[in-house]
């Protein structure tokens, strides 16, 4: 078996994780949850069908509802006047649970930031992955009564994220508040 070889930081945000042999992609080590630093992760999207070793905690912890390409524009309303923020992702992507685990150990600080999250499999509708031309995951964009404002490509860490929402929520404030749909959104 090949040595995997991690920082400390990486070893402490996927103890319990292991390497498919031959894939490079990570699933758990028992193929189901994870224990450890974040819970026992009682609640998994892979509980959700085709969502078999994806773990939902991140979904559960900051009340990210699904979008699919055929609600998307009609779950973005549910944000109503909170600045929306869609976190595009995909099963398997290393960098995607990379995201959700560091976010969920600065929980407090990603709560703060008073966002609606909204997250979509873009693996899985590949229609919302077209269009919004995306070439990689994690990607987040944001949106204000339907129109997109910006995005963050892949996740740099909180400090830059921060960034991204303080330059979403100036141009909500440049529009006075009325940012109406956009069309090609």
Not at 26 to 35: E, G, K, L
Not at 168 to 182: M, N, V
Request: with cysteine; hydrophobic share 45%.
């Amino acid at each position: 078996m090949t040595e995997l070889v991690m920082t400390s930081w990486q070893a402490l945000v996927f103890s319990g994780w292991a390497v498919r042999r031959g894939h490079g992609n990570t699933v758990p080590a028992d193929d189901q949850r994870i224990s450890g630093k974040f819970g026992n992760n009682d609640i998994m999207a892979s509980d959700l069908t085709g969502m078999r070793g994806v773990d939902g905690t991140a979904f559960e912890a900051f009340s990210m509802r699904e979008l699919t390409a055929a609600t998307f524009d009609e779950g973005l309303l549910a944000a109503g006047d909170g600045l929306a923020v869609v976190f595009f992702w995909g099963v398997d992507c290393f960098n995607c649970e990379v995201a959700k685990k560091t976010m969920l150990s600065q929980r407090e600080a990603i709560e703060a930031l008073d966002l609606r999250w909204f997250h979509a499999n873009v693996y899985a509708d590949m229609a919302l992955g077209r269009r919004f031309a995306l070439h990689g995951v994690p990607t987040f964009f944001f949106f204000h009564h339907g129109k997109k404002l910006g995005r963050a490509t892949g996740w740099q860490g909180l400090p830059q994220f921060r960034l991204a929402v303080a330059a979403a929520r100036e141009k909500i404030a440049a529009a006075g508040g009325k940012t109406g749909p956009q069309e090609g959104s």
